[in-house]
């Protein structure tokens, strides 16, 4: 090895530096092109032309440990040739939920744009990180042209915001600005000089506003629930007597989060009342629309979010209803003060120089709590370019024409009962097979029923038809929660999702 290290350094000049040679690159460009290219290839092939295929599986089931199995998951000392790892991305494809598919309706995202799917293959590859104007120019101002338009939907005249991993982190961005807000030296003093702060959600909010009081110091305890009607509304008057409580008991009521679309339901909470009962008590109003702002863009159905401009921040998913691709989640704020700066502000030197040679109020990084941040808001902004507001406003239409389709072919067949008549595109349902539909309506009727949807998912998850989740609720048995999402999805999916179920459980 000593004599083809000398030879190497005398042929090439080569500069030797802790027995590593330094000159020219170390990769095999031409070799790694070639991979990306054979790469896509497979890509293009067992994902985007089979997207809208029905005959094809939702997902290759495996139970975990045959599929550790399969996948040979060991990483070795040496590293494996183009081939074998071209075959390993071909099984990873094979034994994943295809999310794209037409018969996905397990989660609140689904299907696949191809234009939010190329800007993704763009940012991949430019692997960009946006907090400064000079290393992301052009996915900084996307941000902000984006954030400006969803604005507008909103209804603020200006507003602030800033594109982060999820919605719950945009619930624990809002609840962190409105305890600032409140109490502007916790910044630098901490919570030791706090009164107990006290935060209102309604029973069927997310469950990341408990995660982020308790991720926040405030404490899981100091979220008071307020109850919701039959539909899964918050009711106003239930707020205001626990804020009211609040204050009786001593404590600093702050925030109100209201949801836009609850995660099971499809709950729209009463925006204005509860907004009324925020302004007389002084209260910061934040709505989790993640689920239900994207009705914000359809003419027709916006009125689901009647007096959303009166809140104080919102938290929006565009991955969600509009397909724009995860993650890709906005949270937005009335404030135009700088109050999101101000709030999360460190002022790095290494990053952040005033003295730069252009307007550094484009570096909007230190409005973040990440410092790498992917550039989601590229995947909404090109796939808007393409579709259009009213192509956007399509997808929110026929998405909930067809949970509407979904509702009274339920009403038509035996078997199938409605929780309740849905407002947005949760259709949640009942299947009662035919060996319990002449029983007594009492506990043990509830009790084997409660088993049947488990048993259906395991038979649709192995067999590959389809995915579709299932919950209790609220001392409700299990049920089926049907979500329409994917502009890929059309009548007959419908109508297959019932018979489907009808044939999985034609034996229980």
Same mark, same amino acid.
């Given at each position: ?36 290219? /054979? ?37 070795? %000392? ?26 996905? *309706? ?11 799917? @190329?800007?993704?293959?763009?940012? /991949? ?16 101002? @996307? ?8 604005? /507008? ?48 959600? #309604? ?10 009081? #308790?991720? =926040? ?33 001593? #404590? ?61 921040? @919102? ?91 979904? @509702? ?9 009962? =409605? ?9 949640? *349902?009942?299947?009662?097979?035919? #060996?319990?539909?002449?029983?007594? %309506? ?36 299990? *049920? ?21 179920? /009808? ?6």
């Amino acid at each position: 090895v000593g004599v083809c290290k000398q030879e190497m350094l005398q042929k090439k000049n080569a500069v030797l530096v802790d027995g590593v040679i330094l000159n020219g690159p170390i990769m095999d460009s031409k070799a790694g092109e070639k991979f990306v290219e /054979e790469a896509c290839k497979i890509i293009m092939e067992e994902v985007v032309q089979k997207a809208d295929d029905v005959t094809e599986k939702v997902c290759e089931w495996q139970a975990p440990e045959k599929l550790k199995q399969i996948l040979d998951l060991e990483m070795r %000392d040496t590293g494996e040739c183009h081939q074998k790892i071209l075959q390993l991305c071909r099984d990873v494809i094979k034994y994943s939920v295809k999310t794209n598919h037409p018969r996905f *309706f397990n989660q609140l995202y689904a299907g696949i744009d191809y234009y939010s799917l @190329v800007a993704r293959f763009i940012t /991949e590859a430019l692997n960009p990180s946006v907090y400064t104007y000079e290393v992301s120019p052009v996915f900084l101002l @996307v941000e902000e042209a984006v954030i400006k338009k969803m604005i /507008e939907f909103i209804g603020w005249e200006e507003g602030d915001g800033i594109f982060n991993p999820g919605g719950s982190v945009s619930n624990m961005y809002a609840m962190n600005l409105a305890r600032y807000k409140f109490c502007p030296e916790i910044k630098e003093k901490g919570l030791s000089g706090l009164p107990r702060l006290v935060l209102f959600a #309604s029973e069927e909010c997310h469950y990341s506003m408990k995660k982020a009081a #308790s991720f =926040l110091g405030i404490g899981t305890e100091n979220v008071y629930f307020i109850k919701t009607d039959e539909r899964g509304k918050m009711i106003p008057e239930e707020l205001e007597k626990q804020v009211q409580r609040a204050r009786k008991e001593g #404590s600093a009521p702050f925030l109100v989060c209201a949801t836009a679309g609850t995660t099971v339901l499809g709950a729209f909470d009463p925006l204005d009342k509860i907004a009324d009962i925020c302004e007389k008590h002084g209260l910061w109003l934040h709505v989790d629309a993640s689920w239900g702002g994207s009705a914000l863009i359809s003419r027709k159905h916006r009125r689901l979010l009647h007096g959303i401009h009166r809140a104080d921040s @919102v938290a929006w998913n565009p991955h969600k209803m509009l397909l724009a691709g995860i993650q890709c989640c906005a949270l937005l704020v009335k404030d135009n003060s700088g109050l999101l700066k101000k709030c999360y502000s460190a002022e790095a030197a290494y990053l952040f120089q005033q003295d730069k040679f252009y307007d550094v109020s484009y570096d909007t990084g230190d409005k973040s709590i990440q410092c790498s941040r992917r550039p989601d808001a590229f995947k909404f902004w090109l796939m808007w370019k393409a579709l259009g507001t009213t192509g956007l406003e399509e997808r929110v239409n026929r998405a909930l024409a067809l949970a509407r389709y979904l @509702v009274e072919e339920i009403k038509k067949r035996e078997g199938f009962q =409605l929780l309740l008549e849905p407002e947005y595109a949760n259709v949640c *349902f009942w299947y009662i097979p035919p #060996s319990l539909r002449k029983m007594e %309506d009492g506990p043990e009727f509830w009790q084997k029923l409660h088993q049947v949807a488990p048993i259906i998912k395991e038979r649709m998850m192995k067999k590959g038809s389809m995915m579709l989740g299932y919950q209790p609720h609220w001392g409700k048995v299990n *049920f089926f929660r049907q979500v329409v999402i994917s502009p890929q999805v059309s009548r007959e999916d419908m109508d297959f999702l019932l018979d489907e179920i /009808e044939l999985l459980a034609k034996d229980l």
